[in-house]
């Protein structure tokens, strides 16, 4: 049997194959089958990854829009899980360094800082928030009253000294002419 080379088209692309006459056993018909269907399947797949990386400035693009459809929605699941892991990396390497630093002397004079900052429990945030809550109304009492009273005694005095100018000193027993 001679092998001679014929074109057919699959998918737009040319694919070669040998030539096959009638008189041939059914095995052969049968590999030129699969050889087309995995050409084929080959050159979809090639398509359909290439939609699905850049939908929007890919040239040849699936025929059915069911195709598209799904290669579209698994393109936005994917980038939604991409991201998702990035923000979960983001977040444990911002762990990793906090730990780090936390090891260190420094961390360990921040540490009451820290806690007051963001309380790690419901209960230290409840906590936190009364003493708060207490200190900013005793401090705008303790104002109030401190304000109402005169503030302190030297106050009063310090707003005079600034207000008047200074004497002019006067010596005792000189002549004015």
Request: no cysteine.
């Amino acid at each position: 049997m001679e092998d001679e080379l014929t074109t057919n088209a699959v998918g737009g692309k040319i694919a070669y194959m040998p030539h096959v006459s009638s008189r041939s056993p059914g095995g052969d018909q049968d590999a030129i089958a699969v050889e087309q269907q995995g050409n084929s399947a080959l050159i979809n797949a090639k398509r359909n990854f290439s939609y699905l990386v850049s939908p929007t400035t890919s040239k040849d693009r699936p025929k059915r829009m069911r195709t598209r459809a799904l290669l579209r929605t698994f393109r936005y699941i994917g980038q939604f899980i991409l991201w998702r892991l990035v923000r979960w990396a983001k977040y444990a390497a911002v762990g990793a360094l906090v730990a780090a630093i936390g090891a260190t002397a420094f961390g360990s004079v921040v540490t009451g800082a820290a806690w007051i900052a963001a309380p790690p429990t419901i209960g230290a945030s409840i906590l936190a928030s009364v003493v708060w809550g207490v200190g900013k109304y005793t401090a705008r009492k303790m104002n109030k009253r401190w304000n109402e009273t005169g503030k302190d005694a030297g106050h009063a005095q310090r707003e005079m000294k600034e207000d008047e100018p200074e004497p002019v000193p006067i010596e005792l027993g000189a002549t004015p002419w």
